[in-house]
């Protein structure tokens, strides 16, 4: 009997003990899995501290706290590359290929300006330069309409030097009428400009008109004007 109670309660022991090891065994995973959800999260005064930082990092940074978004489809359209050869086209366009410097055009009143220009069709029709406008050199004043309109307004600004692509409507080119069989009616012209010169003295006004008109043609017409000049006086001495 004795016998038999002891061996009864051996075996309840190692019954409790293997339950136990179990239990444990199970309550481990959860246990672990669990102690991350109760981690302790970051304190009140950590965060205040970071929010600090960064006040300070856009204060000093001030561009690189908020990029600005540009909305490409509302900027405005470049008037030179949407000028349309139609008849609502009304006014010139401009483009700068070359900045010069010095002297403007412009800043004064009825300047003498030397341009030499090319010029060719917007439509595309035509795309070789027109060749009679082909110009190496043109001297005028300014304000004396000497000188295509939308040309001359298209010039304004232009410092010596300095190359300027100017489109110019009907309008203010040569309208709706042919010009010297080269250009049709209601032709939108598209011309390249330079400024070489802008005369500053009389002198330099005086150098530049001979230089167009030519010197040698200038030679020319002194001989011929002081030939007519003295000829009265040498016919009555007998010598012609």
């Known amino acids: 009997l004795i016998f038999h109670l002891l061996f009864s309660y051996t075996h309840h022991s190692i019954a409790s003990a293997n339950i136990k090891m179990i239990r444990s065994a199970l309550l481990m995973p959860l246990l672990l899995n669990g102690a991350v959800a109760f981690a302790p999260t970051a304190s009140?005064?950590?965060?205040?501290?970071?929010?600090?930082?960064?006040?300070?990092?856009?204060?000093?940074?001030?561009?690189s706290s908020a990029l600005e978004v540009v909305n490409e489809e509302g900027a405005a359209a470049d008037p030179f590359d949407s000028y349309e050869p139609t008849d609502e086209q009304k006014e010139i366009a401009t483009k700068d290929v070359k900045i010069?410097?010095?002297?403007?055009?412009?800043?004064?009143?009825?300047?003498?300006?030397?341009?030499?220009?090319?010029?060719?069709?917007?439509?595309?029709?035509?795309?070789?330069?027109?060749?009679?406008?082909?110009?190496?050199?043109?001297?005028?004043?300014?304000?004396?309409?000497?000188?295509?309109?939308?040309?001359?307004?298209?010039?304004?600004?232009?410092?010596?030097?300095?190359?300027?692509?100017?489109?110019?409507?009907?309008?203010?080119?040569?309208?709706?009428?042919?010009?010297?069989?080269?250009?049709?009616?209601?032709?939108?012209?598209?011309?390249?400009?330079?400024?070489?010169?802008?005369?500053?003295?009389?002198?330099?006004?005086?150098?530049?008109?001979l230089e167009q008109f030519g010197v040698e043609r200038a030679?020319?017409?002194?001989?011929?004007?002081?030939?007519?000049?003295i000829s009265p006086i040498l016919e009555q001495k007998g010598i012609i």
């Open 100 to 209: 010069g410097s010095g002297y403007t055009v412009g800043s004064d009143d009825n300047q003498l300006l030397q341009i030499k220009f090319t010029s060719k069709f917007v439509d595309g029709k035509f795309s070789a330069n027109i060749r009679e406008f082909d110009v190496p050199s043109m001297v005028f004043k300014t304000g004396e309409q000497r000188c295509l309109p939308g040309l001359e307004e298209g010039i304004q600004g232009m410092k010596v030097g300095g190359v300027r692509k100017v489109r110019v409507p009907p309008n203010k080119g040569y309208g709706d009428s042919w010009y010297r069989g080269v250009v049709p009616p209601n032709s939108h012209l598209e011309f390249e400009c330079e400024l070489l010169t802008i005369a500053q003295s009389p002198g330099e006004e005086f150098k530049l008109k």
């Open 219 to 229: 030679i020319g017409a002194t001989i011929c004007f002081t030939y007519l000049a």
């Open 44 to 63: 009140t005064s950590t965060i205040q501290r970071y929010q600090s930082a960064s006040t300070k990092m856009n204060q000093m940074f001030p561009e």
